[in-house]
């Protein structure tokens, strides 16, 4: 999977029309204004911005802003989003991925909340990571999975051998309801072939019987990110 933060900072901006002094002191990384305020150590900062850097976040060019702070002991990135961006469900799963990398690899242990915002930073909408953990090789991200589930989930991945060979497997297992979405990137070739389709079929009814109790199943082809391109329901 491409690295997400790249695509995160390709639609980001600046934000105006704001007296800047009101959002903290500023630190800049090349094109990247961060502001932080009084509940972030200059040394927090240095740490996301650094990240930011080496993540991809700025390979689009272009000035962007964001803002570090915390309430109630959770992180809160603030980041201004491009108005056609703000309300896109496909996009919230990106920056659900990248708020993950952004606890994993500068916060671990700690809560973090990402904000879409206008370009006055207000904030639009809060969006929480998701939960992120490897099963037998596979690298799972999931919303709404038990604990429980997830071990069942290990013993199913051992029981049909499905585990990364050569090239690493990333998934997204998400509730919706009473089903589950089980989104998987899958190549172009594999998309519309029909010995696989049977072969996805087997997979996704012992997903439902052996670790979901029989609830509904759905099996998402993916492109990078997650996006849907074609659900097979069981």
């Known amino acids: 999977m491409k690295h997400v933060g790249i695509i995160v900072g390709m639609i980001m901006l600046i934000f105006s029309f704001v007296r800047c002094d009101s959002y903290g002191k500023k630190k800049t990384f090349g094109d990247l204004e961060l502001y932080y305020t009084s509940d972030i150590t200059e040394e927090e900062a240095d740490r996301l911005g650094h990240y930011l850097l080496e993540s991809g976040f700025m390979e689009s060019g272009g000035e962007k802003t964001v803002q570090l702070t915390k309430e109630n002991g959770i992180y809160q990135f603030r980041a201004v989003v491009m108005k056609e961006f703000q309300n896109d469900p496909d996009y919230d799963i990106i920056f659900r991925l990248f708020a993950c990398e952004i606890v994993e690899n500068v916060f671990p242990n700690d809560k973090l909340e990402f904000h879409c915002c206008n370009n006055k930073l207000e904030t639009i909408k809060v969006l929480q990571p998701f939960n992120k953990k490897t099963i037998n090789t596979i690298i799972v991200h999931y919303d709404g999975v038990s604990e429980e589930e997830l071990k069942k989930l290990n013993k199913y991945f051992k029981k049909t051998n499905f585990q990364s060979t050569d090239k690493q497997i990333n998934i997204l297992i998400l509730k919706t309801g009473e ?14 072939d029909a010995d696989y389709e049977n ?3 087997d997979f996704v009814k012992g997903l439902s019987d052996e670790v979901f109790d029989g609830k509904p199943v759905e099996f998402h082809y993916c492109t990078d990110f997650f996006k849907t391109i074609r659900v097979l329901k069981i």
């Open 179 to 192: 089903s589950f979405q089980f989104r998987m990137i899958i190549l172009d070739e594999y998309i519309y």
């Open 199 to 201: 072969l996805v079929r």
